[in-house]
Nanobody, 117 residues
Framework: QVQYVESGGGLVQPGGSLRLSCTAS???????MGWFRQAPGKERVLVAV???????GYADPVKGRFTISRENDKNTVHLQMSSLKPEDTAAYYC????????????WGQGTQVTVSS
């Protein structure tokens, strides 16, 4: 089972920026890496995904504001978040996958992002 270490969360004012990072354990490079988020009382949802060739996809609420990137040699994925809104407040988790819809079981501890004035 893959283990994850997420970091970079914190408290930020609306309009601010944060950069999240996540490293997956092991030496296998998975085809896809993604960021999910879970707001209080809501389901965990996929917000951004990136393939090994750099192709990316974003959920509509974050398009144009979030940028996902990865370092294949380090099994690391980043999420640059800009123009943050209060509705971006959530715990953020990363995951590796075989496709954009087939994810390897397991979750890390997540990193909390709170957007508030």
């Amino acid at each position: 089972q893959v283990q994850y270490v997420e970091s970079g969360g914190g408290l930020v004012q609306p309009g601010g920026s944060l950069r999240l990072s996540c490293t997956a354990s092991g030496s296998r490079v998975f085809s896809f890496m993604g960021w999910f988020r879970q707001a209080p009382g809501k389901e965990r949802v996929l917000v951004a995904v990136i393939a090994t060739d750099g192709a990316t996809g974003y959920a509509d609420p974050v398009k144009g504001r979030f940028t996902i990137s990865r370092e294949n040699d380090k099994n690391t994925v980043h999420l640059q978040m800009s123009s943050l809104k209060p509705e971006d407040t959530a715990a953020y988790y990363c995951r590796v996958g075989l496709s954009a819809t087939t994810w390897v079981n397991g979750w890390g501890q997540g990193t909390q992002v709170t957007v508030s004035s």
